[in-house]
């Protein structure tokens, strides 16, 4: 290695390490492939992201991510919630039962909160979901020039009602001196 090339290759592996500790780190990311981004929760395993949706029970998958196709990737802070680093990806989704599948869904696994079925969890995932690898490709430290807000995507989840009209006189109530 010349001396000329070696400031790219320690960019590159900052950009590297600044892809992995964000991604490690962060609950969820904003996946994009053809459709709008969406939010999913995921796991960093053996250089690259993973997440199980697209089945009953589990997160909705980004519209357009495909086998072999790309993806683009933007990490939140924890702490923030602001755009630490965005990644494009190669998304590959794993063959059930293979040992790659296996060893992301013991991570997945782990990381699952409220599972209705935690005992027989991995067995519907393999019948009824998708487990995808996303792996790293091209990094983003640039911060965008608009804010890149977006209204949120319908979903069966929203649970939002009007509060009820007693809400306010039962929240603020005063307790009376005794």
């Known amino acids: ?6 400031p790219y290759a320690a960019a ?3 950009e590297r390490a600044l892809v992995e500790e964000a991604t490690k780190k962060s609950g969820l990311v904003w996946v994009r492939g053809d459709g709008p981004a969406r939010a999913v929760w995921h ?3 053996d250089g690259a992201a993973h997440l199980v949706g697209g089945g009953p029970g ?10 072999g196709g790309r993806a683009e990737v933007t990490v939140r802070s924890k702490d923030k919630g602001g755009r630490i680093v965005a990644w494009s990806a190669a998304s590959r989704f794993l063959p059930p039962h293979s040992e790659e599948w ?3 869904v013991a991570e997945l696994k782990g990381k699952r909160l409220n599972a209705p079925d935690a005992e027989s969890m991995t067995e519907r995932w393999a019948r009824e979901c998708t487990v995808v690898r996303l792996t790293p490709e091209t990094v983003s430290t640039a911060l965008p020039d608009t804010s890149l807000a977006a209204v949120p995507l319908p979903t069966g989840a929203t649970t939002r009602k009007p509060a009820p009209a ?3 006189r039962l929240l603020l109530k005063r307790r009376g001196k005794r």
């Open 166 to 168: 007693a809400l306010p």
């Open 12 to 14: 590159d592996l900052l």
């Open 58 to 67: 589990e997160q909705p998958l980004p519209e357009g991510l495909a086998d």
């Open 1 to 6: 290695m010349t001396d000329a090339a070696a």
């Open 43 to 45: 796991v960093w395993h």
């Open 102 to 104: 296996e060893a992301a």
